[in-house]
């Protein structure tokens, strides 16, 4: 005789099991589902270039001058989507990385002509590119590609920085160290951004050694007034002078921010201080005492 059959108390675990299982098959389904409908929403957003692109000045803190533009591609809000983060997120669990990377990059080099003005210079603006390192790593990434694009539309490599966020993570550092030593070559630049948020990023300026740090924005805010943020920003400060680099701080937003920032050795700044991100390429203005 089974034994299960006669004990109520192994046939209400095993319909509690069987209950759990098919609620995990419904939220999968589900997720795949959603997942399904955000790859083809995606697919739409590339086929029709409906990401919006905004420019925010980067400015030198000596003379208040502006010397390049951060470019930033954000989607619509959907129901798919609802924010920015959400939308690139998913990019970065999916198999599109590469493929919307080389188009983001295309749109943005070419919106940055199409959206220049008569007060901001062509020849002389540096264009931040925000980029996954897994990119540059790609042997399908031919930079070979790029560099015939900045040809077409008369922009310079040396104007370009490929900007390295510290969301994603370098893990083979030598290897990550050629390749850029080959791009450098041709002229790019590389800045690390986010330095500051977490122990990878400060790994990843000692061993890449970029032209520029981004400083992270909480490193920032309100850093006139905490001692623990001052110390970080000092320590980053002094070593990137030893290694030749210029540091931009991020998200300076008061006076009082920027005034410490410019006091202690910072070379340029961004933040809502200086202007806020724009669909038109709007050169920053330093903020009034």
Known sequence: MNSHVNNPQLSVRGAISFYSYLKYLSNRSRKELLNYKRFIELKK?????????FFQPIL???????????VLNR???????PNTEKFYDFIGQSDQVFSFECFCRNLSLRRFIDRLTEDAHKDTSLIFLNIHPNVLLDGSYHSGETLQLLNELGIEARQVVFELTEKSAVTDFSLFEKVLSNYRAQGFRIAIDDVGSGYNSLKTLIYLKPEFVKLDRSLIQNIDQN????????????YAKQSFTKVIAEGIETVNELKFVRENGVHYGQGYAFGKPDEEIRPGSMPQN
Request: hydrophobic fraction near 35%; charged fraction near 25%.
């Open 75 to 81: 989607p619509a809000d959907s129901k798919l989507f």
């Open 227 to 238: 001692l623990e943020q001052q110390q970080l920003v000092t320590l980053i400060i002094e």
């Open 45 to 53: 957003i590339m086929e029709n270039q409906s990401l919006n692109t």
């Open 60 to 70: 030198k803190l000596d003379s208040g001058k502006t010397i390049g533009y951060e």
